[in-house]
């Protein structure tokens, strides 16, 4: 490690344990982190100038005298935005550098390949900003997640069948976003933001149930995408040969058996009608859940037997799932090879709204304090 890394590695560490202390004194600092007062003090003020952190001297003083200065950390000094594109709404988060939301926007809004659905876009974002009073100058980028697989070095949509933006690129999207941007796979985006949430797991496969079916799996927190474009498309595993035709073209895709419209199309579009008619035992509905159920289980089966990792259901679906989770583990349980209990690994979401938008705005959050505390050298900077 040279010099520069050094000091940037000791700003890092001062920041990272101001952000798990909450608060912390110089002397804490220093003792903790075992480094000298100057270099604690330099870099405390330069974090401090850049408004990443706060100070005050409100910590009681046992021994009397001048009360020590407390240094916080302050979550919500710089914020991201996170768009979830889908056929039938735009969702907008502005969430901070702890993930958490300031500002949740739903809007019903039909995808269409247009210029004007663009300039939507550009609206939505000054909307959520403006009724957020969040500054602009705190804002990262703004994420934009969208169906369809995404080549990330030439930022565009390789095939995005589901809502037709296939070609489409992040300059595109963009076209009316005044901010840095990023172009992300919904469903890496869904398991982006459950993986945050959920600190005790390592490996897990995040399936994103919605209009369409994807997942993302994490392999020791990191998310594996392969050599191309293809990794966790579960919704073109094939369960049933010659079955309902599929989007991709092929027959019998468990797309066609368990995107969330497959139920919502009961109820005249709305899901949140389906589960009430659920609830209230009608008929024909409980009859189709039991059907998806069982699809479900099926799919749920053949992931474990692939990563044999946790499982989590998310997506559209995911946010009324709970109180089917022991339905749903027993018609597990009952296609296990193995005879293991899907209680030990298969688990509801816990993010049920906002799981792409927040994980399309933490991907510049997390960008910001991996590496946006590498600031520029200065001359009077000690290295002790
Ligand atoms: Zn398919």
Redesign the pocket.
Same mark, same amino acid.
């Given at each position: 490690m040279n010099i520069i890394d050094i000091k940037q590695n000791n700003r890092k560490r001062i920041y990272f344990f101001l952000r798990e202390r909450l608060k912390a004194t110089k002397q804490d600092i220093a003792y903790n982190l075992q480094l000298s007062l100057p270099t604690v003090t330099q870099n405390l003020t330069y974090l401090a100038e850049q408004d990443l952190i706060s100070s005050e001297s409100k910590i009681a003083n046992k021994v009397g005298g001048r009360n020590p200065v407390a240094y916080s950390y302050i979550p919500e000094a710089k914020v991201a935005i996170g768009l979830d594109i889908t056929r039938h709404h735009v969702k907008s988060v502005i969430s901070d550098l702890d993930g958490n939301i300031i500002k949740y926007v739903y809007r019903r809004r039909e995808y269409q390949r247009t210029e004007a659905y663009l300039q939507m876009l550009g609206q939505e974002v000054e909307a959520i900003i403006l009724s957020s009073g969040v500054e602009r100058s705190k804002i990262l980028g703004v994420g934009i997640a969208v169906p369809g697989l995404i080549d990330h070095e030439k930022e565009y949509v390789v095939d995005g069948r589901v809502i037709d933006n296939t070609g489409m690129t992040r300059r595109g999207f963009s076209k009316y976003i005044p901010f840095d941007t990023k172009l992300i796979h919904d469903s890496d985006a869904a398991g982006y933001s459950e993986m945050n949430k959920n600190q005790t797991l390592h490996n897990a496969c995040y399936l994103n149930l919605c209009g369409s079916i994807g997942g993302s799996v994490f392999f020791h927190d990191n998310v594996y995408l392969g050599d191309g474009l293809y990794s966790c498309e579960f919704?073109?595993l094939n369960l049933v040969p010659n079955g309902r035709r !599929?989007? !991709?073209?092929?027959k019998g !895709?468990f797309?066609p058996y368990l995107n969330s419209e497959v139920l919502s199309q009961l109820t005249d579009g709305n899901l949140f009608t389906f589960f009430e008619k659920v609830d209230q035992g009608e008929l024909a509905i409980t009859s189709a859940w039991d059907d998806y159920l069982d699809n479900l289980a099926t799919l749920v089966t053949e992931i474990r037997m692939m990563f044999g990792s946790s499982i989590i259901i998310g997506g559209d679906i995911g946010a009324y799932i709970d109180k089917h989770m022991n339905t749903l583990r027993s018609k597990v349980d009952g296609k296990s090879p193995f005879g293991e209990k899907a209680v030990k690994y298969l688990m509801p979401c816990v993010n049920k709204n906002e799981a792409i938008a927040t994980g399309a705005a933490r991907y510049f959050t997390q960008e910001f304090l991996e590496s946006a505390l590498v600031m520029p050298e200065t001359s009077e900077f000690s290295t002790d």
């Amino acid at each position: 490690m040279n010099i520069i890394d050094i000091k940037q590695n000791n700003r890092k560490r001062i920041y990272f344990f101001l952000r798990e202390r909450l608060k912390a004194t110089k002397q804490d600092i220093a003792y903790n982190l075992q480094l000298s007062l100057p270099t604690v003090t330099q870099n405390l003020t330069y974090l401090a100038e850049q408004d990443l952190i706060s100070s005050e001297s409100k910590i009681a003083n046992k021994v009397g005298g001048r009360n020590p200065v407390a240094y916080s950390y302050i979550p919500e000094a710089k914020v991201a935005i996170g768009l979830d594109i889908t056929r039938h709404h735009v969702k907008s988060v502005i969430s901070d550098l702890d993930g958490n939301i300031i500002k949740y926007v739903y809007r019903r809004r039909e995808y269409q390949r247009t210029e004007a659905y663009l300039q939507m876009l550009g609206q939505e974002v000054e909307a959520i900003i403006l009724s957020s009073g969040v500054e602009r100058s705190k804002i990262l980028g703004v994420g934009i997640a969208v169906p369809g697989l995404i080549d990330h070095e030439k930022e565009y949509v390789v095939d995005g069948r589901v809502i037709d933006n296939t070609g489409m690129t992040r300059r595109g999207f963009s076209k009316y976003i005044p901010f840095d941007t990023k172009l992300i796979h919904d469903s890496d985006a869904a398991g982006y933001s459950e993986m945050n949430k959920n600190q005790t797991l390592h490996n897990a496969c995040y399936l994103n149930l919605c209009g369409s079916i994807g997942g993302s799996v994490f392999f020791h927190d990191n998310v594996y995408l392969g050599d191309g474009l293809y990794s966790c498309e579960f919704g073109h595993l094939n369960l049933v040969p010659n079955g309902r035709r !599929c989007y !991709c073209g092929q027959k019998g !895709c468990f797309d066609p058996y368990l995107n969330s419209e497959v139920l919502s199309q009961l109820t005249d579009g709305n899901l949140f009608t389906f589960f009430e008619k659920v609830d209230q035992g009608e008929l024909a509905i409980t009859s189709a859940w039991d059907d998806y159920l069982d699809n479900l289980a099926t799919l749920v089966t053949e992931i474990r037997m692939m990563f044999g990792s946790s499982i989590i259901i998310g997506g559209d679906i995911g946010a009324y799932i709970d109180k089917h989770m022991n339905t749903l583990r027993s018609k597990v349980d009952g296609k296990s090879p193995f005879g293991e209990k899907a209680v030990k690994y298969l688990m509801p979401c816990v993010n049920k709204n906002e799981a792409i938008a927040t994980g399309a705005a933490r991907y510049f959050t997390q960008e910001f304090l991996e590496s946006a505390l590498v600031m520029p050298e200065t001359s009077e900077f000690s290295t002790d």
